[in-house]
């Protein structure tokens, strides 16, 4: 099994500043296999970026996201209040698996 | 636009089956993979298994023994069954589409459904 390790495990940042959450994987995958989510509290999570770097439908381009093999990032490049949540990597090989997630909160 | 909705028992005593279904509104069932996700109260988020709409399955190991995932294409339904449950089941369970090809992701998910173990 291929096991995520998001880090950190909390962000605290004001709005306007900028957000790198890291999501790291116990072996290579491939990168076209590997997306983003988002989740505020009481909601279903959100699919923000798929293919390690394509942003979904109506997601804003402050988001953006890259990597390969083993190293993944989310980038937010300026905060904005809606931002504030938590941030899980997954990935879709056998089985498929989520980091434990990356809380952005308001400092 | 699709919308997925999770109906079921929000309580299922222990060693018991629980069971769910998610509707499927605003498209069809045909063509995707639908998954069900779990997430424990304050926890992260657990994959359990997917049907493709023609019925293959894949379930996620740590529960494979317990779980089925049926798939109803007339009704535009696709249910999960997890048998023996313990306390440790507890938690809000999602339903989801899958789109996969060169770069899959769930693109849709239910509002998800709280499911309680206690007797």
């Known amino acids: 099994e291929i096991v995520l390790t998001q880090s950190p495990g909390t962000l605290s940042l004001s709005p306007g500043e900028r957000a790198t959450l890291s999501c790291r994987a116990s072996?290579?995958?491939?990168?076209?296999?590997l997306a983003w989510y988002q989740q505020t509290p009481g909601q279903a999570p959100r699919l923000l970026i798929y293919?390690?770097?394509n942003r979904a439908t109506g997601i804003p381009d402050r988001f953006s996201a890259s990597g390969s093999e083993t190293d993944f990032t989310l980038t937010i490049s300026r905060l904005e209040p809606e931002d504030f949540a938590v941030y899980y990597c997954?990935?879709?090989?056998?089985?498929?698996?989520f980091g434990q997630g990356t809380q952005v909160e308001i400092k | 636009q699709v919308h997925l909705q999770e109906s079921g028992p929000g309580l299922v005593k222990p060693s018991e089956t629980l069971s769910l279904t998610c509707t499927v509104s605003?498209?069809?069932?045909?063509?995707?993979?639908w998954s069900w996700i779990r997430q424990p109260p304050g926890k992260g988020l657990e994959w359990i298994g997917y049907?493709?709409?023609?019925?293959?399955?894949n379930y996620n190991p740590s529960l494979k023994s317990r779980v089925t995932i049926s798939v109803d294409t007339s009704n535009n339904q696709f249910s999960l069954r997890l048998s023996s449950v313990t306390a440790a089941d507890t938690a809000v369970y999602y339903c989801?589409?899958?789109?996969?090809?060169?770069?899959?992701?769930?693109?849709?998910w239910g509002q998800g459904t709280l499911v309680a173990v206690s007797s």
């Open positions: 605003g498209g069809s069932i045909s063509g995707y993979y």
């Open positions: 293919g390690a770097s």
């Open positions: 997954q990935q879709y090989g056998s089985p498929w698996t």
């Open positions: 049907i493709y709409y023609s019925g293959s399955t």
């Open positions: 989801a589409r899958c789109i996969w090809g060169r770069s899959p992701r769930f693109d849709h």
């Open positions: 072996q290579s995958i491939n990168s076209n296999f």
